[in-house]
Structures are given as C-alpha cells and as structure tokens.
C-alpha cells in the first residue's frame, strides 16, 4: 500500500492521529523480573551489594531452561563456564576491583564471533563441530570489561538470511508469537533478549542483521558506523558489509555495550583510528532540537499501514519536542536491494571458498579425488540459502560479466552513500521504519526474493556505512512489536544515541515483555 499521503500529513505541523494501539493480554509489564532488568540497574545492584552476579547469572540460567526449548535462541551454552566466571566478578567486586558497568553481566554471543574454548558454528553443519582457538577482539574487550560470555546464539547460516529459519540448528522463534520467525540473520541474538535469555547481546549486522530483528523482537539494535568496531573473529559474509554491534532492552545499555567494544584494532585493516567518547554521558548531556530528515523514498509501496502509524507518530514526537522536520530524498534507493544482492554474494562467494574439507571444518567421508572431496564436503556442508548466494556471487565475479554486475554494482553503491551524504547538508539524522511490516509467520516467504525485500529499509546503510539503530516505536493491532530505525552521520554514534534516547525516555515500549 502506498502511504505517501500519510508521510505527507506527518510532515504537517501537527502531525497525524491515530487510533489507540491494542496490546493483546500476551504482553504483561514484568519489569521487576531480574532477567528483564536492564545492565544499567544490575549493575546499580551488584554495586550495593544487593545483588550478585552469581544469582543475576543462576536467574538467566534459569530463564534460558524455562522458555528456550520454545523460543530456541541458543545453539549451545556452558552453565559451569557461565557460574565460574560470575562467581570471579563477584570476588572481584568484593575486593574492590570491579571493571565498570558491564562487570557481572551475562552477554549472549551471535554464532559467528569467536569465544576461545566455545563452539564457533555459523549454524552451518560445515562448522558444526568447530571450537574457536581464539577469542574475537571485541570478546577480548568485554572479557576485560567484565562481562560473562553466555551462550552462542543461533542465526541464518553464516548470516545469510532475514528470518533465522535458515539454521542447521533449527529455526528461532519470536518470543511474542512463537508461530512467527524473530527475523535475522541475528535472530537468536534478538530473541534471546526479548524472551529474557540475556541482558544484552552481540549481533552482526551485513544489511540489517542487527537492526531487523531488534525491531520485529521488540528491543534496541544498533548498527556502528563501518570501521568503529573490530571485525577480527568474526566470521565474515561480506567483508566490506559486516559489522559488530550491540542489542540491548535500552538505549543506554546499547550506548555501555558500544563503549566497551569500539575502538582501533591493528589486527583489523578496516578498522578506523578515531577516539571513542562516553557515550553513555554523551546521550545524556546531549539535547534538541535536531534536524531530523524523512526520506520520501522509504514510505511508498510496500509499507504496513500500522508500521507507517507507529512511525509517523514517532515523527509527531519529535515535532512536539522542537526538532525541524524535513523531508528529504535519496534517489537511488530503488537500486539498493540489486546492488547489495551483488556486492554480498560476490563476498560471499571469496569469503566462504576457504571451507573446501580440508584445513577445517566438515569434510565428506567418501570421496574419490581431491576435487571430489571438494565438491561433496561443500554440498553437504553448506545449506540452500548459502549455495544460492555462493553460485550468484560466483557469476557475477566470473570473466565476462565482472564489469557488468560487480563493478557496476560498486559504482551505484558509491551513488547511493552520497544521497546519503547530500542529506546530511540539510538535517543532523534520518527517521524511517526500520522493517516494512511487523514479524511474519515462519514459512511465509519461502519465495528468495521475498524475503530478501525485509531488509530493504535497511541494506542502504550497510551500503553507506553509516550508523543507525532501531528502536521499539509501537505494535500492531496484533501485538507485535513495530521499530523505529534512526540513521546518523558517520561516526557520530554519541548524536544517534542521544536522538534515540529522546524518544525512548518519553515512551514505556521498554517495559513492554512477551508472556512466555
């Protein structure tokens, strides 16, 4: 449905109305649940004694047995590991060594960032045996911070997908309504938390990954701008694409958990040297009112009516508090989804020839020759969604056909970051919804093409690589969550944070938990 006249009324001063949002009885306020609690008030606890980490990590133990057979966000975890190093925080605490506000507090792991002596699986049958040697940087960072490493969260297979039903491991479910998928690739990563299986987690995000699934689960995901988090241990899809980032149930947990694991790394050769602010003081003591552009592009065909009212109302907010809203256009949009579906597989495809049976990884017990090794240790490794994006990503880097889809490809990409760049002469942030309808049911788009227009909102910034975060703006009618993605400039995450703190302090979405 085009909802161009509706953009229009929300650009009006005065903004649209709307009717009242139906919150079925699934959605209960359980805020005072320990495992619902924010890292900001754990931390406040385990501070004043009136918590340990011990019981904080035992609770989401506990919470992970009670609902994950249903919502099935873990690939593995390590109970023992988990209690060993809560119990290490709390005799550093009591000694009065404690390393800041992630001290204590359990981190889930998307299955794709390396844990040294944990499963490092990709949810792909190719690394279904595979222990990492090492640790990530961004691990080694949060490590040093304090955090409990918990769980390897499930995923689409090697990131490639938009609803985590592409898992040797199984499909995730969305912890709202477990007959929908919580979308992906980050899937397990967004359940986790909105089921209350963690208190933050780390996601990737290729074009969307991190952003999607925050909103169709209902909690912040926050994509860095390209470069300011170390991809080291990451296992790559899309090298020029891939970025770590944070999901939390606030905008200052995403701020603490960004703080912790952005910064230069040598062992990283796109990872950019720019001094890291506190961004949890920056979002704070920073304040409207913005100039906040609407791209024209981003609310046509396509939309959800309920996710275009839940957006527009989150524009009328912005209105009400001052901000300049303007609208504004980036004229290669359309050319977005084609130019990713290039650039991704053509990664995807040099990327993942390294797993061929021999260093590491599955290898087929049959073979005759070398090359049928090679051949039947792919096949079998590798899932449909994988072999789709390695044979696209194959031809379009084949001689013949480089310059007429992987170098033309490049070229759009570059028109469509200085849209991105033109923007910014005009306003400080961009508002847009971030996922065109609300969570679907599992099996709904078994259509490739389908599925790969979920990301379409999304996929511009990865192209761009520009930061931006989505967070929880409303439900639909039936009582599934709506997010709101706010794109910034490059490296200014301490601004982007501070816009979506404004909205987040004036709305209670956050205290919002599904009934499991």
């Not at 002596?117 to 304090?146: C, E």
């Amino acid at each position: 449905m085009n909802t161009g006249a509706s953009l229009a009324d929300a650009l009006k001063p005065g903004g649209v109305k709307h009717r009242p949002l139906l919150l079925q009885t699934k959605i209960s306020n359980v805020s005072s649940e320990l495992f619902y609690q924010t890292a900001t008030e754990l931390v406040a606890l385990l501070d004043a004694k009136k918590l340990s980490s011990v019981e904080l990590t035992a609770a989401v133990i506990a919470r992970t047995k009670a609902v994950d057979a249903r919502v099935k966000a873990f690939n593995s975890y390590d109970e023992a590991d988990a209690l060993a190093q809560a119990a290490a925080s709390d005799a550093r605490r009591s000694a009065g060594q404690g390393r800041g506000p992630l001290d204590g507090i359990p981190v889930g792991f998307k299955d794709v960032i390396a844990v040294a002596g944990q499963p490092l699986t990709a949810s792909s049958k190719m690394l279904a045996n595979f222990v990492s040697p090492y640790d990530a940087t961004v691990t080694t960072k949060l490590k040093n911070a304090g955090a409990i490493c918990w769980g390897r969260l499930n995923l689409d297979e090697f990131a490639m997908g938009s609803s985590t039903e592409n898992s040797a491991f199984g499909a995730t479910r969305n912890p709202w309504d477990l007959t929908r998928v919580p979308g992906g690739s980050s899937g397990g990563s967004a359940a986790a938390l909105a089921a209350g299986e963690a208190i933050v987690t780390l996601g990737s995000d290729t074009g969307g990954s991190i952003r999607q699934p925050a909103a169709l689960c209902g909690v912040v995901g926050l994509k860095p701008t390209y470069g300011l988090v170390s991809r080291y241990g990451l296992i790559a899809f899309a090298s020029s694409l891939d970025q770590i980032g944070p999901f939390a149930r606030t905008v200052e947990d995403a701020a603490i958990l960004l703080g912790a694991i952005a910064g230069h790394d040598e062992r990283d050769s796109t990872s950019f040297n720019t001094a890291i602010p506190d961004y949890r003081t920056e979002l704070k003591k920073r304040k409207g009112p913005w100039r906040l552009g609407i791209p024209k592009e981003y609310f046509g065909a396509g939309l959800d009516p309920e996710v275009a009212a839940a957006v527009e109302k989150a524009i009328a907010f912005y209105r009400s508090q001052g901000c300049e809203i303007k609208e504004v256009s980036l004229p290669h949009t359309e050319f977005g989804v084609g130019v990713y579906y290039i650039i991704a597989t053509a990664e995807c495809s040099s990327n993942l020839s390294r797993y061929d049976g021999i260093r590491y990884g599955h290898r087929a017990k049959e073979a005759k020759d070398i090359i049928d090794l090679y051949f039947k240790s792919r096949a079998e490794g590798f899932g449909a969604e994988v072999k789709r994006r390695i044979i696209l990503g194959t031809y379009v880097l084949s001689s013949g056909y480089y310059d007429a889809y992987y170098l033309r490809a490049q070229k759009v990409r570059t028109l469509i970051r200085q849209d991105f760049l033109n923007a910014y002469r005009e306003v400080d942030a961009l508002l847009t919804p971030t996922s065109p309808t609300p969570a679907f049911k599992a099996g709904a788009k078994a259509d490739p093409l389908a599925m790969y227009l979920c990301d379409v909102y999304t996929i511009g910034v990865n192209l761009a690589g520009l930061p931006a975060i989505s967070v929880p703006c409303g439900f639909s009618s039936g009582g599934l969550p709506i997010g709101l993605q706010i794109i910034g400039q490059p490296f200014h995450e301490a601004g982007l944070l501070a816009i979506a703190h404004a909205y987040e302090q004036a709305h209670d979405w956050k205290n919002l938990h599904p009934k499991l």
